[in-house]
């Protein structure tokens, strides 16, 4: 089947059931064509990872599906989820700007610092966890320097590696292909790896594996939390019998029991008393792979008991956050300011999108370097082993001048 998008044909998937007439005012856009599945809430296990990656894999029809399911499902992970949302937050508070020719144009900052060029940047950023991210943008006004709606497609509606947004969220559906037409219909598509499937996979184990922790800690307070009643009775009559269990069911509540004479009763107690511990530490464990994956660092979450190695670790998360700021210059660059200059947004050829933070860390790395470098004829550098002639050795602040 075959329908027009601003003149374009775009060939669709088969399986298809219903039409979508192109008519002269009748835009057909990515947001209009998937249709919502119900959301299935179950239960995962590590084996599921392991069927997921294999659909995933399929060299001929790649399915992302299981994945994305089980990726929702593990987010639902308090530790993960604050990961996650602390890393994106750190990104969000950084200020960005706008320059030309190397220089900081605020006006032209201004006009863009709106909510859409926002939503555009968190996209961006979110990609590092699900591996990819595929937008929408709507009501497009270039003269107002405005952008109405930024609509994530959902992840499962696409598949990344073929290009297609999927009508029913499965691959073996319908399907509308984009790759060729996408800043005809407005989508811009941000990936780095289309074999890659983000750093949620890693987390997912553990979460998993954390859930299987609280299950079995659970079970085993029910059966072992609480002292346990034994009675041996002096009689084999099953009314009398049955008569003992009633009066033994009901220990908890009543706190006592009667029986006859030879009969025996003793309350017993759990000998260990750590005996959650070994699920404790497992939980721990889990929350620390998946706080080390999503940030590279435990200091922020966990109590440390040096000073020294909570700088260290929050130095790390740093760095990790102005590698994540530098991926979302790359994609602004390459493809968000093309496709607004397509647009009809008015932007210079000169003009480029960066953070002030990065700016300023590749200045302090390349003015680290020694000043007296002069290149040799293979391209190399050589050390300068001149003396610096008046020399002054200047006072340090705060301190006591001689």
């Not at 610092?113 to 950023?125: E, G, V």
């Not at 998993?208 to 307070?221: E, G, I, N, P, V």
Request: proline share 4%; aromatic share 10%; hydrophobic share 35%.
């Amino acid at each position: 089947m075959q329908f027009k998008i601003l003149g374009k044909t775009i060939q669709l998937g088969k399986q298809q059931t219903n039409n979508f007439p192109a008519k002269k005012n009748d835009r057909k856009r990515a947001t209009t064509v998937i249709r919502k599945q119900y959301k299935r809430e179950v239960s995962w296990n590590i084996s599921d990872i392991k069927m997921a990656l294999i659909m995933a894999e399929n060299p001929i029809n790649p399915d992302r599906l299981r994945l994305h399911q089980i990726f929702r499902y593990c987010l639902r992970d308090a530790r993960l989820k604050s990961q996650i949302r602390d890393a994106l937050l750190k990104i969000k508070s950084e200020p960005w700007m706008l320059y030309i020719d190397d220089n900081p144009d605020e006006e032209l900052t201004e006009a863009y610092r709106k909510r859409w060029f926002n939503l555009i940047i968190q996209y961006i950023a979110e990609k590092e966890f699900h591996a990819y991210s595929v937008i929408e943008l709507d009501k497009i006004e270039p003269d107002k320097t405005q952008i109405g709606t930024v609509t994530l497609i959902p992840r499962e509606h696409v598949s990344i590696e073929n290009q297609w947004i999927l009508f029913n969220a499965t691959i073996n559906g319908s399907y509308m292909p984009y790759g060729d037409v996408m800043w005809e219909i407005d989508l811009l598509e941000f990936c780095d790896d289309r074999s890659d499937y983000g750093t949620l996979l890693e987390c997912a184990y553990n979460v998993l594996w954390k859930y299987y922790a609280r299950a079995d800690w659970s079970r085993t307070s029910e059966k072992w939390g609480s002292p346990v009643l034994s009675v041996l009775v002096d009689t084999v009559d099953d009314r009398e019998l049955d008569d003992y269990e009633t009066r033994a069911a009901n220990f908890g509540s009543d706190g006592y029991i009667i029986g006859q004479k030879g009969d025996e009763t003793s309350v017993l107690f759990p000998s260990g008393t750590k005996m959650h511990e070994i699920y404790l530490e497992n939980i721990k464990l889990c929350n620390e792979e998946m706080t080390l994956m999503v940030n590279g660092q435990t200091a922020t979450t966990d109590q440390k008991a040096f000073v020294g190695s909570s700088e260290v670790q929050e130095r790390k998360f740093e760095d990790l956050t102005l590698s994540r700021l530098q991926t979302i210059v790359d994609d602004v660059n390459e493809k968000v300011i093309p496709y607004l200059r397509y647009k009809g947004f008015k932007l210079p050829e000169d003009i480029r999108f960066d953070y002030p933070a990065l700016v300023q860390e590749r200045m302090k790395k390349t003015q680290g370097q020694t000043a007296h470098e002069e290149p040799l004829n293979n391209g190399t550098k050589k050390q300068d082993t001149k003396p610096t002639k008046d020399v002054k050795e200047l006072p340090i602040p705060g301190g006591n001048e001689q």
